[in-house]
T-cell receptor, first 112, second 118 residues
């Protein structure tokens, strides 16, 4: 079945550093979503990508929809302590529905 | 605007017991989802409702899990009997529309109900 693979699994960085993480799929997606989950909370949408090649920013976050439609990247610039959390990529299981499949997550820790 | 409300936040039961979780979506959101998140994994869809009808329950273990959304607003998810492997966070989410290809399709998640089965 469809599967999303995220890397790295975890990152421990110094405050102020830039962060890159990616997500790959064995099949094509027409939408890529990036969520962040804080401890004890539900995931919150950070960025949504709807077109191959699209590059979208949200503050210090930038995400790209890969040209092959099988991958996506999320970059965080100048990390701060509140960036700590788990970042998930997600895509729709069936075309244009809200049934999402999630990656296994990238855990980010930021050292002040 | 109030977010997605879930209760209880935490529940500890013994295996073979039953448990129910409740969700109140954001007002006006037609689509409601239940996801299961096992520790260290991403959320996995269990069931999707559009108003009070089931859109997809193909990943719901129907021998022990049931869910309903009788009046098209609140929803309950029940597990009976519970197994050890059901220990997880059960997340409820809602969206205005069915599809994530527009900004009305964004899923808003609740804080989740953490279940521990002993």
């Amino acid at each position: 079945g469809q599967q999303l693979n995220q890397s790295p699994q975890s990152m421990f960085i110094q405050e102020g550093e830039d962060v890159s993480m990616n997500c790959t799929s064995s099949s094509i997606f027409n939408t890529w979503l990036w969520y962040k989950q804080d401890p004890g909370e539900g995931p919150v949408l950070l960025i949504a990508l709807y077109k191959a090649g699209e590059l979208t920013s949200n503050g210090r976050l930038t995400a790209q929809f890969g040209i092959t439609r099988k991958d996506s990247f999320l970059n965080i610039s100048a990390s701060i302590p509140s960036d700590v959390g788990i970042y998930f990529c997600a895509g729709p299981l069936d075309g244009n529905t809200g049934k999402l499949i999630f990656g296994q997550g990238t855990t980010l820790q930021v050292k002040p | 605007e109030a977010g997605v409300a879930q209760s209880p936040r935490y529940k500890i039961i013994e295996k073979r017991q039953s448990v129910a979780f409740w969700c109140n979506p954001i007002s006006g959101h037609a689509t409601l989802y239940w996801y299961q998140q096992i520790l260290g994994q991403g959320p996995k869809l269990l069931i999707q409702f559009q108003n009070n009808g089931v859109v997809d329950d193909s990943q719901l273990p129907k021998d022990r899990f049931s869910a309903e959304r009788l009046k098209g607003v609140d929803s309950t998810l029940k597990i009976q009997p519970a197994k050890l492997e059901d220990s997880a966070v059960y997340l409820c989410a809602s969206s205005l529309a069915l599809a994530p290809t527009s900004n009305t399709g964004e899923l808003f998640f609740g804080e989740g109900s953490r279940l521990t089965v002993l």
